[in-house]
Every structure is written in C-alpha cells, then in structure tokens.
Nanobody, 130 residues
Framework: QVQLVESGGGLVQAGGSLKLSCVAS????????RSWFRQAPGKEREFVAT?????????YYADSVKGRFTISRDNAKNTVYLQMSSLKPEDTAVYFC??????????????????????WGQGTQVTVAA
C-alpha cells in the first residue's frame, strides 16, 4: 500500500503564497498521475491540479486556480508540489494529495474525479485570512 503524506499548510494572509508537498512511501507501485484536491468546510472535495508522472509532466488545473497555482513533481524524491500564489480566502480548505496508478482512458484525458484515484493522503489545512 502506498502512503501519501502532505505538508506545508498553514495560515497566510490574502495575496500571500504557500507551497505544499506530498511524499509517497510504502510498497512500490506504478504512478500515472498525481493530483491535488481540496475540501472546504461544508463543501464537497474538488479537483485542483494534476501532473502526469512520466514523460513531459503534462499538467492540468481547475479554472479557479489557473494562473495562481503551479503543480510540479520530483520523481527522484517521489514528491509532488503545489505552489500557491495570490491566495484568496476562498482557497481556504484541507488540501489532499492523490495518486492514480494506471491510465484508464484513451487519448488526452485528465483525471479530475475523486473515484478515479487509488490512494489519498490525510490532508493539510490551508487557511487564508482576509
């Protein structure tokens, strides 16, 4: 079983920045994509960003974070990052890392649904003060 551990959350003022990290450990498994989701109080968990784990590291973002957040990977460290800038109070949420082990759709497709992922971390809290 793969374990994912997120870190880097905290309290930041609106307009500020944070960088989240997610390290994978445990039994070795293939990775096709690694992503970030978030869940605000009283709301459903939503997709934030994804990066493919092989090749050119294609990325895809939710419209709400495009241009402000950047997802990146370090395969050697088995770590995915989320650099968050120009943070807004509405970005306040618990941020979760997730891994998808294998490709299940043909063609160009980015996995943005919760049920498409195999492993999840416990989350890290991000609070943006107005």
């Amino acid at each position: 079983q793969v374990q994912l551990v997120e870190s880097g959350g905290g309290l930041v003022q609106a307009g500020g920045s944070l960088k989240l990290s997610c390290v994978a450990s445990g039994r070795s498994s293939s990775t096709y994509a690694r992503s970030w989701f978030r869940q605000a109080p009283g709301k459903e968990r939503e997709f934030v960003a994804t990066v493919l784990w092989t090749g050119a590291a294609d990325t895809y973002y939710a419209d709400s974070v495009k241009g402000r957040f950047t997802i990146s990977r370090d395969n050697a460290k088995n770590t995915v990052y989320l650099q968050m800038s120009s943070l807004k109070p509405e970005d306040t949420a618990v941020y979760f890392c997730a891994t998808k082990h294998s490709r299940t759709h043909a063609g160009v497709y980015y996995y943005t649904y919760i049920h498409e992922y195999d492993n999840w971390g416990q989350g890290t809290q991000v609070t943006v003060a107005a």
